[in-house]
């Protein structure tokens, strides 16, 4: 008996729609990144694409906990001399919200083709308004945050 592999064209991938209003990053990042790659799905392959397509709305109003909002920072190389970029993350929240649950989910997928192809299926949206409509995608409940006690 040999091991089963789903073929391309026996997977027929769905669309979520996740609210991140009020949710905490990483929380968020690591229920969108599960989603991505499959891992939910009976038919998950770990060297195979049998994750599903991800529209991530409210992207403003996640929940940055911590200090991270003052000290974390993100860095790019452009590959020139002196051409390393610091933004904080107070400023990418303010200008571009969408980049930071990018970052974060990106972080989680694998650093090969895969991690690539499984990126191109996340939306991010910085506020409630996205164009898939026609996809009809389903909504995800959000998590629940555990409530620290000190």
Do not use: C
Request: proline share 7%.
């Amino acid at each position: 008996m040999s091991t089963y592999f789903p073929s391309g064209n026996q997977l027929q991938p769905k669309w979520y729609v996740i609210d991140a209003e009020g949710q905490v990053l990483g929380r968020l990042a690591s229920r969108v990144a599960r989603i991505l790659r499959g891992k939910d799905n009976p038919q998950y392959t770990p060297f195979m694409d049998t994750g599903e397509h991800v529209i991530v709305i409210n992207a403003a109003k996640v929940k940055i906990t911590g200090a991270k909002l003052q000290a974390k920072e993100y860095h790019h190389f452009t590959g020139y001399p002196g051409g390393l970029k610091t933004r904080a993350m107070k400023d990418l929240l303010a200008n571009k919200p969408e980049e930071i649950i990018r970052e974060a989910v990106e972080g989680m997928l694998p650093k090969n083709k895969l991690g690539k192809n499984l990126g191109g299926k996340l939306r991010v949206y910085r506020d409630a308004r996205h164009p898939h409509e026609a996809q009809q995608p389903q909504a995800v409940q959000p998590v629940k945050s555990r409530a620290t006690v000190r």
